[in-house]
């Protein structure tokens, strides 16, 4: 079939799935004997476990169901099994948030804060502040899968693709290297994150606007 927004919202969403470049330092730091080979051998493992268990919801949703449905969870019954299913969901994802926590906290220090503020109080403080604003972002946002399309196309393209290829580009220049045969690889990731970055974040805000006007219009006529 021809292209059409739709891949490039799953595509968001896959490179969203996928973007866990902030757990990298601190997952590196627990190892037994940090080093590049087992930190890749343990990014290696960590994403081919994933890739397996994401196939395998997404084809047996997609068999047993057949048509698209953001949340696959939605197309079950209210029983207590599924329950259970969405209990182990929240707590899976609140199990991540700390994950996610501690580099945001740890990059708001280093961009904005003095080193003489780096208290426990600023600590508090600013956790406080981080949690407030993403429960306050979790009441007002539609549906989680606005979150993920978003923070797919804007920022996980830009954690994903861009900022390597731009990093590997940076590398080799300063090392007098730049034309290496992975520079190609750096240039397409980067224009490829960019791309994304720009038509996905435009397709998202044109989704919202019409869905915002397809309701106002199913208002403007039921009054």
């Known amino acids: 079939p021809p292209p059409s927004p739709t891949y490039l919202h799953g595509l968001a969403i896959l490179t969203f799935a996928f973007a866990s470049h902030v757990t990298v330092f601190p997952l590196y730091n627990e190892l037994r004997n940090p080093t590049v080979g087992r930190m890749a051998l343990v990014v290696a493992l960590a994403i081919g476990l994933c890739i397996c268990l994401y196939t395998v919801v997404a084809i047996s949703g997609y068999l047993l169901f057949g048509t698209p449905c953001p949340n696959v969870l939605n197309n079950f019954p209210l029983d207590p099994a599924i329950a259970v299913v969405r209990v182990a969901f929240t707590l899976a994802i609140m199990s991540t948030y700390p994950l996610a926590l501690f580099p945001a906290r740890r990059a708001f220090n280093l961009m904005f804060c003095a080193r003489h503020l780096n208290t426990r109080r600023m600590f508090l403080l ?91 219009c199913v208002d403007n006529s039921g009054a």
Request: aromatic residues 10%; neutral net charge.
């Open 126 to 216: 600013q956790t406080i502040l981080f949690v407030s604003l993403t429960t306050f972002l979790a009441v007002v946002v539609p549906g989680v899968r606005v979150v993920f399309e978003f923070v797919g196309s804007l920022f996980s393209s830009t954690l994903a693709f861009i900022m390597p290829g731009l990093c590997f580009l940076r590398a080799a220049y300063k090392r007098g290297k730049p034309c290496t045969p992975l520079t190609p690889v750096a240039v397409f990731a980067a224009i490829l994150g960019v791309s994304l970055a720009v038509f996905g974040t435009t397709l998202n805000v044109l989704e919202l606007l019409e869905e915002h006007s397809v309701e106002l």
